[in-house]
């Protein structure tokens, strides 16, 4: 049975996932041969991904392959319940999560989409592989390969494989070029800003924004914020993104020096304690953090709330943390701010990411089918699979390129030609 807050929300979920899906060209090509095709065919997918009406685009498109799901969250507070709702209703679809839920519904909740030992696993930050090989690790023998969404997931899935943990091959979707290049960078820099401002209303122009972590997302949303008009300064531990902030236009520095200016902090590294008292108190009265990377331990929360005096909610995702001498204000319990707040990232770039999970999934089980097993490890998505999606994505944008000629092919791949 699923467990979703309100099924009486399935027509207003609908109705959005109606409206994105105009601009996912790419998953409807990959729908429409799916259901003619039905390369899925009994296969079963435990898939713990952001409940959105993206996510919503991808269920549809495996479900046309033939493909029996069951769907939890990524994250207790990323599920659009009315989506969760039109997908129980209208697709029939086993889906267990509710916006809000604690700690134990959101694992029991994995452990429910697990129980019909999976062929494919799907997941966005590793919670569902990691709880498969702790708490069922015969479950494991079954699964043919997974895949993962985002960096964190893919940082946690290489450590299990270094000490000899992971039980099966796991494709890394996140490290695909139609992934990472557009998703953590455009979509993560729209959305996150789009989530601030709808949980603040603040003006942006002319404000100084702390950015911790300049990798792809961080671009992303140091690019945006500049656009608007921020004063922007990034904060980095590696030197080579470090360098081209600065070349970039960003100034640089350290936390504990980028704490006296920011209005408002944004952090996105997948790095623990990345805001940490000690900058916490040396931050303006009115300070604004948030963060918009996987895990909400960017933000070391437990450490604020023991010294802050009090802790009081002043607006839907805004909290007012009241310290001896300021307040400081935390968005959404320090969660993923875009995916709080406002809905995660926008249809065309999640039709690229979404597209490579469809393709893995097809990918996976032709392997199975011609008896091969993938070898146990995390891997790239193949190349021919990333390379096609940006082609459909271009041709979808109504974008010719050239094409190499013969001649050209030839030049390129010779070493023979010198000065
Ligand atoms: N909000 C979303 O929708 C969304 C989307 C994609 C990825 N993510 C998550 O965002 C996080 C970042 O992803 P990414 O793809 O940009 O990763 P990345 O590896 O490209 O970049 C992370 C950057 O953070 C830096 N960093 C690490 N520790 C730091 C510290 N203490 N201070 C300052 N910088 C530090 C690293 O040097 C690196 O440059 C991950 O947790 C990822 O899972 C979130």
């Known amino acids: 049975m699923p467990d979703i807050k309100d099924i009486n929300l399935a027509e207003q979920g609908l109705e959005r996932i109606n409206w994105v899906e105009k601009n996912m060209p790419v998953l409807r090509i990959i729908r429409d041969r799916f259901e003619k095709e039905k390369p899925l065919q009994d296969i079963r997918i435990a898939s713990c991904l952001h409940i959105t009406t993206e996510t919503a685009i991808l269920m549809r498109t495996l479900k046309a392959g033939g493909s029996q799901i069951k769907l939890c969250a990524s ?29 134990e519904t959101y694992y029991k909740h994995i452990d429910s989409v697990l129980e019909f030992n999976p062929h494919i696993t799907q997941d966005d930050g590793c919670d569902l592989v ?37 039980k099966y091959p ?28 709808r949980a603040t209303d603040i003006l942006l122009a002319g404000s100084t924004v702390v950015i911790a972590g300049y990798g792809w997302c961080g671009r992303g949303v140091a690019m945006r914020a500049k656009g608007m008009g921020a004063n922007v300064i990034i904060t980095e531990v590696d030197h080579l993104k470090a360098t081209e902030a600065a070349m970039d236009g960003f100034r640089v520095m350290k ?40 895990f909400d331990v960017e933000i070391n929360l437990t450490a604020l709330n023991k010294i802050a005096k009090s802790r009081q909610r002043v607006r839907k995702f805004v909290d007012e943390y009241k310290l001896d001498d300021k307040r400081i204000y935390v968005l959404a319990e ?21 597209a490579n999970q469809a393709l893995t999934a097809e990918y996976f089980t032709k392997t199975y089918r011609k008896g091969e097993r993938l070898p146990v490890d995390v891997m790239p998505v193949p190349k021919h699979i990333d390379e096609y999606i940006a082609k459909l994505k271009l041709n979808s944008m109504n974008i010719q390129i050239d094409q190499l000629t013969e001649e050209q092919k030839k030049y390129l791949a010779s070493w023979s030609f010198g000065t």
């Not at 997908?87 to 679809?93: I, R, S």
């Not at 006296?260 to 900058?279: A, E, K, M, R, S």
């Open 75 to 103: 994250n207790p507070l990323s599920t659009q319940d009315d989506v969760a709702a039109a997908l129980v209703k209208y697709y029939g679809l086993d889906v267990y999560s509710i916006n809000g839920e604690d700690n």
């Open 130 to 166: 990691s709880t498969i090989h702790s708490k069922y690790p015969e479950k494991c023998n079954n699964v043919i390969g997974g895949s993962e969404e985002t960096t964190t997931g893919v940082i946690r899935l290489r450590s299990m494989l270094a000490d000899n943990s992971l």
């Open 170 to 197: 796991i494709i890394a979707v996140n490290d695909a070029k139609t992934k990472h290049f557009f998703d953590n960078r455009y979509g993560t820099g729209q959305s996150t800003i789009d989530g601030i401002i």
């Open 255 to 294: 936390m504990i020096d980028a704490a006296l200016y920011g209005d408002l902090f944004i952090t996105i590294t997948g790095d623990i304690n990345v805001i940490d008292i000690p900058h916490i108190e040396k931050m303006k009265d009115g300070a604004i953090i948030c963060n918009s990377g996987h």
């Open 334 to 354: 320090g969660r993923l701010i875009n995916l709080a707040a406002a809905n995660g990232h926008p249809a065309a770039v999640m039709d690229m990411s979404f």
